[in-house]
């Protein structure tokens, strides 16, 4: 029996998906229209929301959330016709007369729990894979980005079929509230505690599940790199929403001989990028809540800056910082920093940064700049992540075409373009038999013979 007296919303969903009509062809593109012009039309309260909760600027909010999420709808809608078609298989000759063919089927009712760091990008991407493997949706966006959510709810309500997609806003205890109901599909993303607890209650239903999770995401600067355009990117890609990204470079591995420089660099980016205060630039985003603050306010305590440690609480500021002289050992290197706080260690030899990374973290993205074919190839065998991006960083997050996910520690399960479509579906076989001809051979008595034969019939015509 399901229990939906909490979320009497459930039943209705489930209603709608059991007539069918969200597997039809015409309602996902509907409804993925319907959420790209919430991106178009909304953009500026979408900007104005994510402003609100963390200071955010409008073109970073483009760039990494309206923006992605619509190149996301646009690939879906492009590519979906094609995705939904049943693939066929070959039929071996034992098995003829006969037509095998595969179809991905959607699970039901999914349920998608959000972290805050991107709050629309992370709530509504998996949203879109959702909709277009044919599932209806119950969206649970963050409670640390509170105008994002009461957005997305809004929204979702006033452009999405409302009997197959809903929003619940809460925090904890209606996450926990929602994971005791039974869902077709769990996708989650958020902390490493939190998802263990995630994993614990889709275990109860048997739900399958994706978890995207964080990490140490390393990044080598090999001798052999162009270090400005290094300095440049890393330090984009590391103080990009306030440092609050999974995917951002958790610390940086530079090869002993380009230290100076690359600090040198890394300096120079960040006054060119947030003016030499970085409190009065527009662009600079604040730390999320208090919690978070003095969580990284303790870190600097433990790692003095070598640049930035400026930071502010009733701002919720800290500026971008570069720790120098940092060990494997330090305390920044216990966990994921989430905030804009940069190690930086020294190696001499590129088999230790390899071996650093082995031992600290199972991390969701690698990153390595450098020119040299042979070293590129080194890193990437020799090492293990959700992904690599080499000579850049993040961007192997933003191609609808690569899978996004991480691997170990740092999650499992992919999302983005069809892998999301994929994640959000499961494969259903179907075989076609001809119900002639039916010889006795399968059937017993096995005689000697027949048994013999079987065996030789098995053995050379299966595949
Ligand atoms: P969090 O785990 O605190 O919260 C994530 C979501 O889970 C929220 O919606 C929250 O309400 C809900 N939640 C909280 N407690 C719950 C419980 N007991 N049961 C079920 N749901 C519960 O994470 P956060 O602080 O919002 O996000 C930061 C973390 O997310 C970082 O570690 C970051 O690296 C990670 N992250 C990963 C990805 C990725 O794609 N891999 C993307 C963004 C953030």
Not at 245 to 250: E, G, K, N, Q, R
């Given at each position: 029996m399901q229990k939906d007296q909490a979320f009497p919303e459930l039943a209705v969903l489930r209603e709608t998906f059991e007539s069918g009509k969200t597997r039809d062809l015409r309602w996902r593109r509907s409804q993925l229209l319907a959420l790209e012009r919430f991106l178009i039309e909304r953009e500026g309260e979408i900007a104005a929301a994510v402003h609100d909760d963390f200071r955010k600027s409008p073109a970073e909010t483009f760039l990494t959330e309206t923006g992605y999420l619509r190149g996301e709808i646009r690939f879906a809608l492009k590519h979906l016709k094609s995705w939904m078609k049943p693939r066929k298989v070959f039929v071996p000759l034992i098995y003829q007369p006969a037509t095998g063919s595969c179809s991905r089927e959607p699970f039901g009712v999914v349920l998608i729990i959000g972290a805050w760091n991107y709050p629309f990008n992370l709530c509504l991407a998996p949203l879109i894979s959702a909709i277009a493997a044919g599932n209806c949706a119950v969206v649970k966006p963050s409670e640390h980005a509170p105008r994002s959510a009461a957005l997305i709810a809004e929204g979702l309500g006033h452009y999405l079929d409302r009997s197959a997609i809903t929003v619940i806003e809460g925090g904890v205890e209606e996450a926990k509230a929602l994971l005791a109901e039974r869902f077709g599909y769990l996708f989650f993303t958020g902390s490493r505690s939190t998802g263990r607890e995630v994993m614990l209650a889709a275990a109860r239903h048997l739900t399958p599940l994706t978890i995207e999770l964080g990490g140490k995401c390393p990044c080598i600067v090999e001798e052999r790199s162009d270090l400005r355009v290094a300095a440049r990117r890393i330090v984009w890609a590391k103080f990009l929403n306030g440092g609050q990204?999974?995917?951002?470079?958790?610390y940086v591995l530079v090869h002993e001989r380009c230290e100076a420089e690359l600090l040198r660099q890394m300096q120079e980016a960040i006054t060119h990028f947030y003016g030499d205060d970085p409190r009065l630039s527009p662009d600079y985003p604040r730390i999320i809540n208090q919690d978070h603050f003095l969580r990284l306010e303790k870190l600097l305590v433990g790692s003095p800056a070598w640049s930035g440690g400026k930071s502010e609480l009733e701002e919720r500021y800290i500026a971008p910082t570069i720790l120098r002289g940092v060990t494997p050992m330090s305390p920044v290197m216990e966990s994921e920093i989430f905030g804009p706080l940069l190690p930086v260690i020294v190696y001499t030899e590129l088999s230790e940064a390899l071996d650093i990374i082995r031992r600290v973290d199972d991390p969701l993205a690698l990153y390595l700049f450098s020119s040299d074919p042979a070293v590129q190839d080194r890193v990437v065998r020799h090492s293990r992540s959700g992904g690599v991006c080499i000579n850049d960083l993040l961007f192997q997050a933003a191609m609808h075409k690569l899978p996004f996910g991480g691997f170990g520690q740092s999650g499992f399960g992919t999302c983005h373009g069809k892998a999301g479509f994929e994640t959000f579906s499961f494969q259903r076989s179907l075989l076609r038999r001809s119900l002639f001809p039916d010889p006795d051979l399968r059937y017993p008595p096995y005689s000697r013979r027949k048994f013999s034969f079987l065996k030789r019939l098995v053995t050379f015509f299966q595949v």
């Open positions: 990204t999974c995917l951002a470079p958790d």
